[in-house]
């Protein structure tokens, strides 16, 4: 008798031991990601440009945040080092903890950018033309447009993308155009089969 009370005794500690364990594990795996905060390096306003993709002189109009990124709406006045559209979008961390831009609206000023996101990160922000962070955008603004060139006036918008749709959300909606096609292809030929 007082060895069955030993084993029932014995599961029960094992079981209260492996819940804490489940519990312990579930808490560090679903516990929010630790904050930390932005370190930045100022670099010299000339290799801050060098560096640069691109520089804009713009207006951010909008703002989209999804999860840890924010997608910026900017209505370009100029650019230096090349010509870019009108109307861009620029994603950035949403947080200057993560060494977010966060540019306040409405309010023209100087970005500099990284990308475009083909060329460098797609996956970051794969509904965005362009990528900058904090870090990117230390220093003087004057200084940075000094050492930039020439100004260049921005490009117009496409006669066939009136709405300015950035070339990621174009191939969103081909891609789900084809999917869509699919599927009804798929429904079509289950329907035939099945009247054989």
Same mark, same amino acid.
């Given at each position: 008798?007082?060895?069955?009370?030993?084993?029932?005794?014995?599961? =029960?500690?094992? %079981? +209260? *031991?492996?819940?804490?364990? $489940?519990?312990?594990?579930? /808490?560090?795996?679903? !516990?929010?990601?630790?904050?930390?905060?932005?370190?930045?390096?100022?670099?010299?306003?000339?290799?801050?440009?060098? =560096?640069?993709? %691109? +520089? *804009?002189?713009?207006?951010? $109009?909008?703002?989209?945040? /999804?999860?840890?990124? !924010?997608?910026?709406?900017?209505?370009?006045?100029?650019?230096?080092?090349?010509?870019?559209?009108?109307?861009?979008?620029?994603?950035?961390?949403?947080?200057?903890?993560?060494?977010?831009?966060?540019?306040?609206?409405?309010?023209?000023?100087?970005?500099?950018?990284?990308?475009?996101?083909?060329?460098?990160?797609?996956?970051?922000?794969?509904?965005?033309?362009?990528?900058?962070?904090?870090?990117?955008?230390?220093?003087?603004?004057?200084?940075?447009?000094?050492?930039?060139?020439?100004?260049?006036?921005?490009?117009?918008?496409?006669?066939?993308?009136?709405?300015?749709?950035?070339?990621?959300?174009?191939?969103?909606?081909?891609?789900?155009?084809?999917?869509?096609?699919?599927?009804?292809?798929?429904?079509?030929?289950?329907?035939?089969?099945?009247?054989?």
């Amino acid at each position: 008798m007082t060895d069955g009370r030993v084993v029932v005794i014995g599961r =029960r500690i094992a %079981a +209260v *031991v492996l819940l804490g364990a $489940v519990g312990l594990l579930g /808490s560090v795996v679903l !516990a929010p990601g630790i904050a930390c905060a932005c370190s930045c390096i100022a670099l010299a306003p000339e290799s801050v440009v060098e =560096r640069a993709s %691109a +520089v *804009v002189v713009g207006t951010p $109009v909008a703002v989209e945040e /999804s999860g840890t990124r !924010a997608r910026y709406t900017v209505d370009v006045a100029r650019s230096y080092k090349q010509a870019v559209p009108e109307r861009i979008t620029v994603s950035s961390p949403s947080t200057s903890a993560a060494c977010g831009l966060s540019p306040e609206l409405n309010v023209e000023r100087v970005i500099v950018l990284a990308g475009p996101l083909e060329d460098t990160n797609p996956e970051a922000a794969p509904d965005a033309d362009w990528h900058t962070t904090l870090c990117q955008n230390l220093g003087a603004t004057e200084e940075i447009l000094a050492h930039a060139g020439e100004p260049i006036a921005p490009t117009a918008a496409d006669a066939d993308d009136p709405g300015g749709l950035s070339a990621g959300a174009r191939a969103g909606i081909v891609a789900g155009a084809v999917g869509g096609l699919l599927v009804l292809a798929a429904a079509g030929w289950l329907l035939v089969r099945r009247f054989r």
